[in-house]
């Protein structure tokens, strides 16, 4: 089972659930079309983004389940 956390790597996400990135659009994150995104991780990310990683994963979480 696919376990979004924190090491998750971006280009891993977009892999498994390509659906996500609808959600990294939405946030303002352009990841899916980035290509140093592919082997980011979610931290990493967030870190350019200023985001919250943890939010991230929240919504990532609660998107994909209402899939």
């Not at 977009?14 to 592919?38: K, N, V």
């Not at 082997?39 to 350019?48: I, P, S, Y």
């Amino acid at each position: 089972m696919f376990r979004i956390n924190e090491n998750t790597k971006i280009g891993e996400l977009l892999a498994t659930h390509p659906e996500a990135a609808d959600i990294l659009r939405e946030m303002g994150m352009h990841c899916p079309t980035c290509p140093s995104a592919q082997n980011e991780t979610l931290e990493e990310a967030c870190m350019v983004h200023d985001m919250e990683v943890e939010a991230l994963i929240e919504d990532l979480k609660g998107f994909l389940e209402n899939m």
